[in-house]
């Protein structure tokens, strides 16, 4: 199966544009991909079609798992063909539309990471001045995963942008919270990283006892609060 690119409007000015792709991933999963990089139009494209999906789910299809940019669709070949699929998840592309209730948390952290003066200083700022900045607005969950119960938020003001670390830390503990690239992510297992460390905080969003075992959802509303 080709790659098929969809006609479909995205973005609030109704301009419709070509995009996204329908990839075949192996003989049991289609990707649907807004993107080649992150940005705010590709990740809320991507959180409307999982929500669609989960509101008119499709027979055969076996597990939607949003990311970043795209959608994983995975599916039984025995109940649907991939050509089938492909042409379903089109008609749910066509429109704009809701990305469900969104939820809001908040959490506080400790702003003590030893890294939080030299990325405040990259900007220019102080660090009192730096967490003020960062906490001034609602951030959005991207997407969770890469490790169990990883959470991306974003998107900072374009003015708080710094890349990540030229040299990967071997391990930082669950509850780091972490910044590059204009996001926030918050572990909730002890994994290498090559973002910055500017605090910690208590909230884990990972418990393999619950069901779900994470209590974040891609599209939920976080509002970070300065512990003392």
Not at 22 to 32: N, S, T
Not at 103 to 113: E, K, L, P
Not at 158 to 185: D, I, Y
């Amino acid at each position: 199966m080709e790659t098929t690119p969809v006609e479909t409007p995205r973005g609030k000015d109704g301009q419709w544009r070509t995009g996204p792709e329908i990839v075949p991933l192996g003989d049991r999963a289609l990707l649907v991909r807004f993107g080649k990089n992150l940005d705010d139009a590709a990740n809320r494209a991507a959180l409307i079609l999982a929500a669609r999906l989960r509101d008119e789910p499709i027979a055969g299809v076996v597990e939607v798992v949003p990311s970043l940019v795209s959608v994983l669709v995975r599916y039984d070949p025995g109940q649907i063909t991939p050509m089938r699929l492909s042409g379903e998840l089109s008609l749910r592309l066509n429109g704009p539309g809701p990305v469900g209730q969104a939820r809001t948390h908040r959490i506080g952290v400790q702003f003590d990471g030893p890294d939080i003066a030299e990325v405040a200083s990259a900007l220019g700022l102080q660090v009192d001045a730096f967490i003020e900045a960062h906490n001034c607005s609602d951030l959005r969950v991207l997407t969770t995963g890469f490790a169990p119960g990883f959470v991306y938020c974003g998107f900072h003001d374009g003015s708080l942008v710094v890349p990540r670390r030229a040299e990967v830390r071997q391990q930082v503990p669950a509850g780091s919270v972490l910044f590059a690239a204009g996001q926030t992510a918050i572990t909730a297992t002890d994994i290498p990283t090559g973002w910055h460390v500017i605090g910690r905080t208590d909230f884990r969003n990972f418990d393999p006892a619950l069901d779900p075992p994470t209590r974040l959802r891609a599209g939920d509303h976080i509002a970070f609060e300065a512990l003392r």
